[in-house]
């Protein structure tokens, strides 16, 4: 039976009002999602088999585990009237969306948090990545955030802007392109204003964009170039910014209107001129960094800086100690995997685990595959000294930098959308609940009414039952036996990736075929083409829910099987063990 989600109820319901909001809800909504998320974003000539692919970590602020569920929002379950729970902002929402499918938060207390979601045009999205501007960005445009009602002052409360938890809900279901999801997005963040800096990520089967928020109304965007992968780890990422482009063709870049003369009132742009340079290399440049070269390689694809270019990173974000910890480490890891013949390591590497520099985009040395995704989406910095789960380097080396597959992992999402494959099937969700290392995405088709109870119905409590947990306790029994657990979860990976390869090819097949007999049927009966093709399309999605569930069922089976191993092997390994040969040995 189809179980389509109330949309009403949810942003209804009090978080003040359940146990299990105690233990999930955070202070505010600047904190809400501090510090989480790695970013990985391959474009369609840089993929194995020419998608587009965008993928990304949800992970929890520090101490807090969010269940997680993946369903269907059918049109008449979007409210047409919206509340922002975090905020308060309400909007008024047009009357025509489509079909998506997220997979977002169980639990209410802090809104929708849609989190990554494909719409039935074909449309992915993942929100939000958390970034940082610096704070004369805040200063210029500060963050519109909820002001509670005074009594004592007698003043109202006055709501905050848009954040992760409307960003999906208001934007996914109105839009058949990703630069018209960028076009709906620029819009509610000029009217509405945001009370934290993210950055989303709208991809198509032609084009990847993400968008950086810059304060609380301003914005810009840059498209994934079709040969690169680009990083984001939770820092402003963007280095390079074509104003040329911005305001005519908009081919590769988008932004705010009154971008330029913003950046300009508050002196926010940092390229060097040549007065203030004294002649020491520097090109003559004027203001945003106007300047004519025909060598170097200050944008991240490789491209020389021209005129009315400037470095988004420097102007707007941030670079501190933190960031060398937390942030930086990961994207060099992940670019040291796709791009391995490079020096990552030596003490004369060009990019170390601590620069700030790291490009944002660069072409991989090889197409980059879904195993590659969920790989780096789980990666512990395996082969370098900064592995906590390794042997090589110290035990401080090992616990330096912060891992891109971490334990507050909520899913991993990548949303592949394929050129060959027909509109009606050309999306699919690579879905991984819990903690990276100890799991795998499988394929899951996005076109759908409905979608499986084991993956859809995950309980606030503790519960076998459904596929989140089942995922977080393997984590939490194989963490402390890391390498005795290794073979039954390198087992269960590899398997399960590949009966969902298999299965998506199949599935393909059939619906090939389905589509073949349609189009027979069709031309036999010109004057019930419509009523035909509507059947045709019932069938098709139907086909696409079967698919699912027996992606789900193959979950059940042997994610039941790998958590019997994983208990097995641990409660043999518990410390306070013993037998009667104990004592002989």
Request: charged share 20%.
């Amino acid at each position: 039976m189809t179980k389509n989600v109330d949309y009403h109820q949810v942003i209804a319901e009090s978080s003040s009002n359940s146990r299990e909001s105690q233990h999930h809800f955070c202070i505010s909504a600047r904190t809400v999602e501090c510090m989480s998320c790695t970013t990985i974003l391959v474009g369609k000539k840089a993929s194995y088999d020419g998608s587009t692919i965008i993928a990304r970590d949800d992970d929890s602020g520090s101490g807090r585990y969010d269940p997680k569920k993946f369903i269907a929002v059918a049109p008449q379950d979007q409210p047409r009237h919206y509340r922002s729970v975090l905020s308060h902002v309400e909007i008024d929402l047009p009357d025509n969306p489509c079909r998506y499918s997220i997979v977002p938060n169980v639990l209410p207390n802090r809104g929708i948090l849609a989190e990554a979601g494909v719409n039935e045009h074909n449309v992915a999205m993942s929100a939000t990545e958390t970034i940082a501007v610096n704070e004369r960005v805040l200063a210029a445009d500060p963050l519109v955030e909820l002001q509670p009602a005074n009594k004592a002052a007698n003043t109202p409360e006055i709501p905050g802007g848009i954040g992760e938890e409307d960003i999906i809900t208001l934007v996914l279901p109105y839009v058949t392109t990703a630069r018209e999801g960028v076009a709906r997005l620029a819009e509610l963040l000029e009217t509405y204003g945001t009370y934290e800096s993210n950055g989303i990520i709208i991809s198509d089967v032609n084009e990847i964009w993400y968008v950086e928020t810059i304060g609380g109304h301003h914005w810009i965007a840059r498209r994934v170039p079709d040969d690169c992968y680009a990083t984001i780890p939770n820092q402003l990422g963007i280095d390079d910014f074509d104003f040329d482009d911005a305001f005519n063709t908009q081919r590769e870049f988008m932004c705010s209107a009154d971008l330029r003369e913003f950046m300009d009132a508050h002196h926010l742009d940092r390229t060097m001129s040549a007065a203030a340079s004294s002649g020491f290399g520097f090109q003559p440049t004027s203001a945003f960094g106007n300047v004519n070269m025909d060598g170097g390689s200050n944008s991240s694809s490789g491209a020389a800086l021209r005129r009315n270019h400037f470095n988004p990173r420097t102007a707007f974000g941030t670079a501190t100690t933190k960031d060398r910890i937390y942030n930086t480490p990961r994207a060099w890891y992940m670019q040291r995997y796709l791009n391995p013949s490079e020096d990552w390591d030596s003490p004369a590497a060009r990019y170390t685990p601590a620069s700030d520099d790291i490009p944002w985009c660069r072409v991989p040395e090889n197409a980059v595959t879904l195993e590659d995704v969920d790989f780096l989406m789980s990666a512990h910095f395996e082969g370098t000294p900064y592995d906590p789960y390794g042997t090589l380097g110290t035990s401080e080396s090992r616990h330096r930098y912060r891992p891109i597959g971490i334990n507050r992992t909520g899913h991993m999402v990548a949303m592949q959308i394929r050129p060959y494959a027909p509109e009606t099937s050309r999306s699919i969700m690579w879905i991984s609940y819990g903690s990276g290392p100890f799991t795998a995405a499988t394929p899951f088709y996005a076109n759908v009414d409905d979608t499986p109870a084991y993956l859809r119905d995950t309980t606030p409590e503790v519960s076998t039952n459904n596929l989140y947990w089942a995922n977080r306790l393997i984590a939490a029994l194989a963490d402390a036996h890391f390498y005795e657990t290794s073979n039954a979860i390198e087992e269960f990976v590899e398997s399960a990736r590949a009966y969902g390869h298999r299965l998506v090819e199949r599935t393909d097949a059939e619906l090939r075929e389905m589509t073949a007999q349609s189009s027979a049927s069709e031309s036999q009966k010109s004057t019930e083409t419509a009523e035909i093709t509507e059947d045709a399309s019932i069938a098709i999605i139907a086909r696409l829910q079967q698919s699912n569930e027996e992606m789900a069922e193959y979950l059940r089976t042997h994610v039941t099987k790998l958590l019997n191993d994983v208990l097995y092997t641990s409660s043999n390994l518990m410390h306070n063990s013993f037998a009667m040969s104990d004592r002989w040995n």
